[in-house]
């Protein structure tokens, strides 16, 4: 079982919806969640960011631990066709080296006028 | 604002020739990193630097070599291509500011690497 799973998707919704994007991880010692967008031909960059549990709001987006399960989720409300892009979720535990930064391999979203 | 910059943007190399992608950042960042991007592999750390004067493996570091010329520049060097180095490399840096915090990382725009 590899550390993160993310589904690659890719995920088409129409103008308005409410998205979800998830990953699951297995090491219980993850502290720090992020996520990051990236859109096509381009670098990554962080969308958001929560450490330990519970839910972080920023405007449209919304993220979510569960750390009880393991789960993490991004939802996007009133989805835009800016927002089409590839998602990437990453996390960490607490300690240990920089280098060891987990992402998952990114869920392509493709928001329909 | 220029944050991280990457050169070349894009590079055709055959089998055996070598090259450098140079990486810079101007955010006074301690910790830089260099990783590639596949198709259906995700990001993966090739080499990273936590401060100036040290480099430390990543996931993927075999065929790849490093320098951390000063804190602003970090180099990944291929000394001898192969087909399987095609890809997408990002240079990244970020402020490792508090003990065992989490690295939240500023990536370069990416180097698109093709080896023939």
């Known amino acids: 079982q590899k550390e993160v799973e993310q589904d690659p998707g890719p995920l088409s919704v129409p103008e308005g919806a409410i998205v979800s994007l998830n990953c699951t991880y297995s090491n219980s010692?993850?502290?720090y969640f992020m996520w990051?967008?990236?859109?096509?031909?381009?670098?990554?960059?962080?969308?958001?960011?929560?450490?330990?549990?519970?839910?972080?709001?920023?405007?449209?987006?919304?993220?979510q631990v569960d750390k009880s399960s393991k789960y993490i989720s991004l939802f996007?409300?009133?989805?835009?066709?800016?927002?089409s892009a590839t998602y990437l979720c990453a996390m960490k535990g607490y300690g240990g080296s920089q280098g060891n930064l987990i992402f998952g391999k990114g869920t392509k979203l493709s928001v329909k006028p | 604002n220029a944050g991280v910059t990457q050169t070349p943007k894009f590079q055709v190399?055959?089998?055996?020739?070598?090259?450098?992608?140079?990486?810079?950042?101007?955010?006074?960042?301690?910790?830089?990193?260099?990783?590639?991007?596949?198709?259906?592999?995700?990001?993966?750390?090739?080499?990273?630097?936590?401060?100036?004067?040290?480099?430390?493996?990543?996931?993927?570091?075999?065929?790849?070599?490093?320098?951390?010329?000063?804190?602003?520049?970090?180099?990944?060097?291929?000394?001898?291509?192969?087909p399987s180095q095609t890809s997408v490399y990002f240079c990244a840096s970020s402020e490792w500011g508090k003990s065992s915090g989490a690295n939240v990382l500023t990536f370069g725009a990416g180097s698109r690497l093709t080896v023939l």
């Not at chain 1, 996007?76 to 927002?83: F, G, H, V």
């Not at chain 2, 090739?46 to 430390?56: H, L, N, R």
């Open chain 1, 36 to 63: 990051y967008r990236q859109y096509s031909r381009k670098g990554p960059e962080l969308l958001m960011y929560t450490y330990s549990s519970g839910n972080k709001e920023d405007g449209r987006f919304t993220a």
């Open chain 1, 29 to 31: 010692a993850f502290q």
């Open chain 2, 13 to 82: 190399l055959k089998t055996g020739q070598s090259m450098t992608l140079q990486c810079a950042q101007d955010m006074n960042h301690n910790s830089m990193y260099w990783y590639r991007q596949d198709p259906g592999m995700g990001l993966r750390l090739i080499y990273y630097s936590a401060s100036e004067g040290t480099t430390d493996k990543g996931e993927v570091p075999n065929g790849y070599n490093v320098s951390r010329l000063n804190k602003r520049e970090f180099s990944l060097r291929l000394e001898s291509a192969a």
């Open chain 1, 76 to 83: 996007i409300r009133d989805s835009q066709p800016s927002d």
